[in-house]
């Protein structure tokens, strides 16, 4: 990937950002005290700021050199961050922390160990999982009475 | 901090915290990848169930460990451990494999030991006369001294100026969401009551440092078998091999504390600064890079003596000095308590406690490695697809324990998909730390210098304390111009 391109996109995400953060402190309330600045005064400041870094910051990046952005095993993330998502929509949905934990922990470590399917990379597996989930509901749970 | 009441520190609950600190320190240190701040997010949920005193021993013990762990991956596989254990990799590594490991070990560790002693023996004499003269200080050099920390970690960033720059700001905006407390206004709530207390900052943190580091590794291969050779790591070095590096420990451990005080430089900067000043000083610069012991001890007492440097600033000023301090300043504003020069006042015993406990984990942390390290080693083997689980429940747990709210679950994993973005474009995570935890108190002293002033700007150019603090200002900025036109010239 460019990373000229990526930087360019993320500075205008940036203005646009900034922009949106200013329009919004302007419906902030007006303040009534003497010399006291209201509550849209140091965002719009901030705002301002944003947009002419991300401005300036564009200026630069067009001079620059181009490189490439290595991203390798990009669909790991994907579906590690996938995974991290529905882990945590399901514990919102049910409250069990523990029963959730251990699906979706055995799930990632089923998926991210690049051993082929066996049934000694499930037994792997398990017993890692349990020994994970057993150290974290020990320590937390039964030592520091963490509710979850 | 003599008259310390030292039954408050010797008791089971604060030695405890230090053994498990320093123990876990050097664990998440040898493992490739992680770090300190890593382990700091993870274990910042144990923290709160405990007192302050054990709650910021448990942290700062486990950096320290952290720092020297780093050195274990360095020398043995060859694979820096941490970012301040890379120049470490030089010497350390030739050594090991000429058939030295454990010696190459013992380096590290009394380096890493001296060093780490020289960081606390300076934040004892240095915070009291810094805390007495930021005491005296107002709102609109309170502001400077913020500004001066975040242009710091823009300043000697490696990365662009204005991602840095954007980072900042970044941080300082989300630190506005919430009730802005001068007028008792809501700003960027969007109508949630969540959102009312803020934005949670170890929700950040965890997003930030464990689910970021999470997408991270896995990119990487995660079912590498780092295959160690365990024989000859007994960590072990004669005295006469002590006294030949004594000076080079010393020297370095006093640099690491100087760039430990300096917000955003922190252990990588400071151990390659070690090893070059200890090269170019050196004799025999052609040995360097071959097993020289000069070359593990100047990083390893450098990266350690950071540890007390960047606690200086939290207690004197009330500014982070690296990403793992910003986790312990974030463990007691958990507690209750504000880190800055009323601290010094209002919680001494703290203070005092923080000192001789550092000392003590310093002191715990030779003896634990001194029997541990082997087993550190060893722990190589374990291949990085089973952390990954691990970081993400420990992140998980810090996120949502403190206030019990989903939304800040999500919002460590938002920070982690943002950030994950965005470091792949050189923005700076810790900038926008150090900003986060600092926006309460930018936007505090620029608004109440307001007011002081009657609206005016002049405030900020009227007081002799300023002038100083704006002269410091343009020091760095000019610094940082340079810097950067004669790295542009040399490219």
Redesign the interface.
Known sequence: MS?KK??IA??LV?IVLGIA?FI??RN??P?S?L?????S???EL?SA??VL??V??IA?TLKAKDTT?E????H??FY??GI??I??IL??YTGK?YLI?FV??GV??WL????PASKKKLGKTLL??CI??GA?FL??RVL????? | MFNFDFSQLLSINNLFAILFGSLFGMMIGALPGLGAAVGAAMLLPITYTMEPLPAVLLLIALYQGAEYGGSIASIVIGVPGTGGAVATMLDGTPLAKGGYPGKALGYSLTASSIGGIIGVVLLMTLTGPLTKVAIKLSDPEMLLIGLIGLLSVTALGSGDVWKSVLSIVLGLFMGTVGIDVFTGSKRYTFGSLYLTDGISLVAMLAGLFALCEVLSMVMGNLNQHYVTDTKNLKTRISWKEFLDVKWTILRSGLIGTIFGIVPGLGAGPASWFAYTTTKNSSKQPESFGKGNPHGICAPEAANNGCVGGALIPLISLGIPGSSTIAIVSSALVMQGINPGPQVMQTNTQLVYGIYWGLLIATIAMYFLGKFTTSLWARLLVCPNYVLVPIVTIAAFIGAYAVRGFFIDVWFAVAAAAIFFILKRIDFSAPAFILAFVLASLVERSFRRSLMLGRGSFLIFFTRPACWILWALLAVMIVSMILRRRKARSSR
Do not use: D
């Open positions: 990373s990526a930087s993320t500075y940036f953060f919004m402190a902030f309330p303040t005290g010399y006291v600045s209201g509550p005064f140091y965002p901030l700021v944003m870094a991300g300036v910051g630069v952005i991203l390798a095993n990009l790991r993330v590690t961050f991290i998502v882990w945590v514990w919102q922390f934990s979706g922990s990632m470590l991210l160990n690049g051993e890692i999982n994970i989930i974290f320590v937390f520091l009475k963490v509710n979850l």
